[in-house]
């Protein structure tokens, strides 16, 4: 009697034993995948934190160094580049006969020509372009020595650029002028690398009388 009593007392307390081994188990299981979980995180999270500042180091660098350009190209000298010193500003109704052809600079009408990537196909008023150079414009003119690729390749640069405009001039010396305040630069075709470079120079250069002035609600 009593034998068989502690025999099934014995056969009772096995499965208990066995279900609290598989539970610690299991509970260590899950503690291992939590730990793994959170490494997997953290070394997710890290990835993330060093791509973000590679990538904002790269484009603050990216940034300064093209600032850093642009201020090396302002500063740069353009072969060719003929200046005229101070010239006057005041305000005038009257016509004005300028010491240059295209005038880049002087007394010049109190309305502007629209600068903001105009291209005119007629030939504008002197005393308005050169109200538009006096706000930082440059003023690309060319005569019937350009040929319709110059033209096209002036007209594509000048619709894309802020505070610069474009006419024919079919008096002036040179195939193609371009002008800017008390500045101005003749070449012989749009493929000129000047071209460009006096773009970067002078569109609001240092020339400019009246930085950040309208360059649009002009007239003809």
Same mark, same amino acid.
């Given at each position: 009697?009593?034998?068989?009593? $502690?025999?099934?007392?014995?056969?009772?307390?096995?499965?208990?034993?066995?279900? %609290?081994?598989?539970?610690?188990?299991?509970?260590?299981?899950?503690?291992?995948?939590?730990?793994?979980?959170?490494?997997?995180?953290?070394?997710?999270?890290?990835?993330?934190?060093?791509?973000?500042?590679? /990538?904002?180091?790269?484009?603050?660098?990216? #940034?300064?160094?093209?600032?850093?350009?642009? !201020?090396?190209?302002?500063?740069?000298?353009?072969?060719?580049?003929?200046?005229?010193?101070?010239?006057? %500003?005041?305000?005038? $109704?009257?016509?004005?006969?300028?010491?240059?052809?295209?005038?880049?600079?002087?007394?010049?009408?109190?309305?502007?020509?629209?600068?903001?990537?105009?291209?005119?196909?007629?030939?504008?008023?002197?005393? *308005?372009?050169?109200?538009?150079? !006096?706000?930082?414009?440059?003023?690309?003119?060319?005569?019937?020595?350009?040929?319709? !690729?110059?033209?096209? /390749?002036?007209?594509?640069?000048?619709?894309?650029?802020?505070?610069?405009?474009?006419?024919?001039?079919?008096?002036?010396?040179?195939?193609?002028?371009?002008?800017?305040?008390?500045? #101005?630069?003749?070449?012989?075709?749009?493929?000129?690398? *000047?071209?460009?470079?006096?773009?970067? $120079?002078?569109?609001?250069?240092?020339?400019?009388? !009246?930085?950040?002035?309208?360059?649009?609600?002009?007239?003809?």
């Amino acid at each position: 009697m009593g034998s068989a009593s $502690k025999q099934s007392n014995k056969s009772n307390k096995q499965p208990v034993s066995d279900r %609290r081994a598989r539970i610690a188990e299991l509970r260590a299981a899950e503690e291992r995948r939590d730990r793994r979980n959170k490494i997997i995180a953290s070394v997710a999270a890290g990835v993330l934190v060093i791509g973000a500042i590679a /990538t904002g180091t790269w484009v603050v660098m990216d #940034q300064n160094q093209k600032k850093k350009d642009k !201020e090396a190209a302002a500063n740069a000298d353009i072969p060719g580049v003929q200046t005229f010193g101070d010239l006057s %500003r005041n305000h005038v $109704k009257e016509k004005v006969n300028y010491p240059m052809t295209p005038p880049v600079g002087g007394d010049h009408n109190a309305v502007w020509l629209d600068c903001m990537g105009h291209v005119y196909d007629q030939p504008v008023e002197n005393e *308005r372009a050169v109200h538009s150079l !006096e706000h930082g414009a440059v003023w690309v003119t060319y005569n019937g020595k350009a040929t319709p !690729e110059d033209i096209k /390749t002036l007209s594509d640069k000048v619709k894309t650029t802020p505070y610069s405009l474009m006419s024919p001039y079919p008096d002036e010396k040179g195939t193609i002028t371009l002008n800017a305040w008390s500045t #101005q630069l003749i070449v012989d075709s749009a493929g000129d690398p *000047r071209v460009n470079q006096f773009f970067t $120079k002078y569109v609001q250069g240092k020339q400019t009388q !009246e930085p950040g002035a309208s360059c649009t609600m002009g007239q003809m």
